[in-house]
């Protein structure tokens, strides 16, 4: 009796050959070279050291002025100490240059500034980035093309206006002409090209939502950290804004730098009490900073990942 032997099939896959899993050194090896991809050199720490004492210097130095008098401060070399009269300059400053209701008036200001600036900026910015319609391209180069033309050239024709409205030396003359801004507008608009995804909008038109339901429900959300940035960068803008609130208001009813030109409108300027009012005009914007800057810097963070 014989017995045949099936042939061997030759069409059946190989094997790959499995590799183990990396033991415990291989482990801690791995771990070890992926945490010094996250670590900086001490190169990079001496940079940043050096970058935050450039940053924080001009406010050191503004304090220390303050604290001195008007003779310490002309000496050479100047003090790089703290003298004994800071909070005395401070007091004189508030009074002379009545900075009370400088700081209100101010608030004001940047504040709706930044708002209307934030909102309209955002809904330009949705319209340009995601909406269709006829003659898009052309009018966002014409946004952007007056980000072109210098401020100055419109000093006469808008003063005019703000004296036909009756609005001269009052603060509807320094917040009407800046409710928006071109730079926001292009802000926003490249913010929302990158970060909205046109599948949400077609989604949302799929399910009836007209184009206002869309912007607050869809829009809004992704746009939270760009419009974060815009309001921060407009308010600080609007606070130290000069040149307009000088020209169409008057000493009566001032914005801080306005204010703050009292100060050095004697025959010898006391600079130690012009670096006084100087910091006082910048401590809220440091509060502020203070407060909301946690909240502005995740909200960046937050947008980097979404994007």
Same mark, same amino acid.
């Given at each position: 009796?014989? +017995?045949?032997? @099936?042939?061997?099939?030759?069409?059946?896959?190989?094997? +790959?050959?499995?590799?183990?899993?990396?033991?415990? *050194?291989?482990? $801690?090896?791995?771990?070890? $070279?992926?945490?010094?991809?996250?670590? =900086?050199?001490?190169?990079?720490?001496?940079? @940043?050291?050096?970058?935050?004492?450039?940053?924080?210097?001009?406010?050191?130095?503004?304090?220390?002025?303050?604290?001195?008098?008007?003779?310490?401060?002309?000496?050479?070399?100047?003090?790089?100490?703290?003298?004994?009269?800071?909070?005395?300059?401070?007091?004189?400053?508030?009074?002379?240059?009545?900075?009370?209701? =400088?700081?209100?008036?101010?608030?004001?200001?940047?504040?709706?500034?930044?708002?209307?600036?934030?909102?309209?900026?955002?809904?330009?910015?949705?319209?340009?980035?995601? %909406? $269709?319609?006829?003659? $898009?391209?052309?009018?966002?180069?014409?946004?952007?093309?007056?980000?072109?033309?210098?401020?100055?050239? *419109?000093?006469?024709?808008?003063?005019?206006?703000? /004296?036909?409205?009756?609005?001269?030396?009052?603060?509807?003359?320094? &917040?009407?002409? +800046?409710?928006?801004?071109?730079?926001?507008? !292009?802000?926003?608009?490249?913010? %929302?090209?990158?970060?909205?995804?046109?599948?949400?909008?077609?989604?949302?038109?799929?399910?009836?939502?007209?184009?206002?339901?869309?912007?607050?429900? &869809?829009?809004?959300?992704?746009?939270?950290?760009?419009?974060?940035?815009?309001?921060?960068?407009? !308010?600080?803008?609007?606070?130290?804004?000069?040149?307009?609130?000088?020209?169409?208001?008057?000493?009566?009813?001032?914005?801080?730098?306005?204010?703050?030109?009292?100060?050095?409108?004697?025959?010898?300027?006391?600079?130690?009490?012009?670096?006084?009012?100087?910091?006082?005009?910048?401590?809220?914007? @440091?509060?502020?900073? &203070?407060?909301?800057?946690?909240?502005?810097? /995740? *909200?960046?963070?937050?947008?980097?990942?979404?994007?």
């Amino acid at each position: 009796m014989t +017995t045949h032997s @099936l042939p061997a099939r030759t069409d059946a896959p190989a094997r +790959t050959p499995v590799e183990k899993p990396p033991g415990r *050194g291989g482990r $801690r090896l791995l771990r070890q $070279r992926a945490g010094r991809q996250h670590h =900086a050199g001490p190169l990079a720490y001496v940079l @940043l050291v050096i970058m935050a004492v450039l940053s924080i210097f001009p406010l050191y130095w503004t304090m220390v002025a303050a604290s001195t008098d008007n003779t310490r401060v002309s000496q050479t070399p100047p003090p790089f100490l703290p003298g004994p009269n800071l909070f005395s300059n401070l007091a004189r400053a508030w009074d002379e240059a009545a900075l009370g209701k =400088a700081m209100m008036n101010s608030l004001v200001v940047a504040g709706v500034i930044a708002l209307s600036t934030v909102m309209f900026a955002t809904l330009a910015g949705f319209a340009f980035a995601k %909406l $269709r319609f006829k003659g $898009r391209n052309a009018l966002l180069m014409l946004v952007i093309g007056t980000m072109m033309v210098p401020p100055q050239l *419109g000093v006469v024709p808008l003063f005019m206006m703000m /004296s036909e409205l009756g609005w001269s030396q009052q603060l509807p003359a320094v &917040i009407f002409p +800046t409710l928006v801004s071109a730079v926001g507008v !292009f802000f926003m608009r490249q913010y %929302l090209s990158e970060a909205l995804p046109d599948e949400l909008v077609e989604a949302g038109r799929v399910d009836g939502a007209h184009s206002l339901r869309i912007f607050w429900s &869809i829009v809004l959300p992704v746009a939270r950290p760009a419009m974060a940035v815009l309001f921060m960068i407009t !308010f600080v803008h609007a606070w130290n804004d000069f040149f307009w609130p000088f020209v169409v208001l008057d000493m009566t009813n001032p914005t801080v730098p306005v204010a703050l030109t009292q100060l050095s409108a004697g025959y010898v300027r006391d600079q130690s009490l012009i670096m006084a009012g100087a910091l006082l005009g910048t401590l809220p914007l @440091l509060a502020m900073f &203070i407060v909301f800057g946690r909240q502005i810097v /995740s *909200g960046i963070m937050a947008g980097a990942v979404k994007g």
